[in-house]
């Protein structure tokens, strides 16, 4: 892989590569640009009310990111500038891109997912379950699933038109992050220390993989699942075939957000409490490299992805 261990670059590169993430940083209230190949620092852009979600967008060429304290979305280009904004509310939260066209939005507050189309202009709007937090869709944009924390489920509609399919409840309590991979959605159960599969179609529990201790969200790479432990630092490292448990490896304090690289060959972790950006190997699950960020990355959310046109 063509990564180096980097420390804490303080200045913006004027070169924009192809391959990128796009990292909240609550506490510091920064989003931070990053380029995957080299591991520059490419644009810190402040963004007010402890941006936390993000989905970044490579086919319309653009980021989304969540202001937890206000519900203020904000749109960033490629080059980390912010080209609109609009008031959510408080309890937006949660955002993953359609892949038809606009944005799926989460309400913790008022228990709904909303879908923005490309102007922001709301589409649609449905009831999901109680404190819905991560939102993923389908390749096709024709399933879009909530994890509904507090009903213990997670929540399935059809990504046209909102129509509820199914409900389903999840191994664990408090379902957090929500991953699309291989025909199913998968969630970190927060208190349950699990990850749940869910089949779409079915509409029912399909199995689980034990994980460490407080898993917050879940990446595949390399042919391998790989989950965020919050409170013991690590990754849980599974096959999706199986689900067994392969391994568990350190990565440093507190990681939330966990990102794929888009050639497919490793993930990117953002580590809460060190500060830090990490690259592991999916092959050989080896630390490729370290990049320090301003205080509090989350990263919740698609945050990783290759621009179309450069």
Same mark, same amino acid.
């Given at each position: ?54 989905? +970044?967008?490579?086919?319309? /060429?653009?980021? +989304?990111?969540?202001?937890? #304290?206000?519900?203020?979305? +904000? ?11 609009? &008031? ?26 909303? %879908?923005?189309?490309? &102007?922001?202009?709301? =589409? ?5 379950? @109680? @404190?819905?937090?991560?939102? /993923?869709?389908?390749?096709?944009? =024709? ?7 507090? #009903? ?18 999840? =191994? ?8 699309? %991979? ?6 970190? #159960?927060?208190?349950? &220390? ?19 201790? %407080? ?15 919050? +409170? ?12 067994? !448990? ?31 950006? !990490? ?32």
């Amino acid at each position: 892989m063509r990564r180096t261990v980097l420390a804490l670059i303080l200045s913006a590169s004027p070169a924009f590569a192809g391959d990128l993430a796009f990292v909240t940083s609550q506490n510091a209230e920064m989003v931070t640009l990053v380029d995957l190949q080299s591991g520059e620092v490419l644009a810190q852009t402040p963004v007010a009310g402890k941006p936390a979600a993000v989905a +970044y967008d490579p086919v319309a /060429a653009r980021a +989304y990111v969540m202001a937890a #304290d206000t519900g203020r979305l +904000y749109v960033l280009d490629e080059r980390g500038g912010v080209k609109a904004s609009r &008031n959510l509310g408080e309890g937006a939260f949660g955002l993953a891109a359609a892949p038809q066209g606009g944005l799926f939005v989460t309400d913790w507050f008022a228990a709904r997912l909303i %879908h923005l189309d490309r &102007n922001l202009q709301k =589409a649609w709007e449905v009831p999901t379950g @109680a @404190a819905p937090a991560g939102v /993923a869709a389908s390749a096709d944009g =024709a399933l879009v699933a909530t994890a509904d924390r507090d #009903d213990d489920q997670v929540s399935i509609f059809d990504g046209r038109t909102g129509a509820l399919l199914h409900r389903v409840k999840t =191994a664990g309590p408090h379902p957090f992050g929500i991953t699309w %991979h291989d025909g199913r959605f998968w969630t970190a #159960d927060v208190q349950g &220390n699990s990850l749940s599969v869910i089949d779409p179609v079915a509409g029912m529990l399909a199995g689980q993989v034990a994980t460490g201790s %407080h898993p917050y969200a879940v990446a595949f790479a390399g042919g391998r699942g790989f989950v965020t432990n919050q +409170y013991d630092g690590t990754l849980t490292v599974f096959d999706p075939a199986t689900l067994t !448990v392969q391994d568990e490896i350190a990565v440093g304090d507190y990681p939330e957000g966990i990102g794929a690289l888009p050639d497919g060959d490793g993930v990117v972790v953002a580590n809460w409490e060190s500060d830090t950006l !990490v690259v592991v190997d999916a092959e050989t699950l080896a630390i490729t490299a370290e990049i320090g960020l301003p205080s509090g990355p989350r990263a919740f959310g698609q945050f990783t992805g290759r621009q179309v046109s450069p």
